[in-house]
Nanobody, 121 residues
Framework: VQLVESGGGMVQPGGSLRLSCAAS????????MTWVRQAPGKGPEWVSA????????YYADSVKGRFTISRDNAKNTLYLQMNSLKPEDTALYYC???????????????WGQGTQVTVSS
């Protein structure tokens, strides 16, 4: 199992970024997926989740209305479109595979190495 995030970078407040997570080594389409972030000196924070088919999506209150999670099962790729970015969105962003039947918020069995997002003027 491998999850590889990309698309992070430095952006000014109000800007946008699109994160990608390329999945391999497992049948991507049968797993719910999630994004989690960790800011410096803080614990992990659940950001967003999506079900296998992409028809159900969930967001933390802190990002609702600004971030959009999506997936392309044909390309084995998970996405996170981030708009109206704020300095408090600065963190290392990870994609993670949800354990079947587990909670979107805490039950992951694999995650990637992360991609850094820095929001600063």
């Amino acid at each position: 199992v491998q999850l590889v995030e990309s698309g992070g970078g430095m952006v000014q407040p109000g800007g946008s970024l699109r994160l990608s997570c390329a999945a391999s080594g497992f049948t991507f389409s049968i797993y719910d997926m999630t994004w989690v972030r960790q800011a410096p000196g803080k614990g992990p924070e659940w950001v967003s989740a999506i079900n296998t088919g992409g028809g159900s999506t969930y967001y933390a209150d802190s990002v609702k209305g600004r971030f959009t999670i999506s997936r392309d099962n044909a390309k084995n790729t998970l996405y996170l479109q981030m708009n109206s970015l704020k300095p408090e969105d600065t963190a290392l962003y990870y994609c993670a595979r949800v354990i079947p039947g587990g909670s979107y918020f805490t039950n992951y069995d694999y995650w990637g190495q992360g991609t850094q997002v820095t929001v600063s003027s």
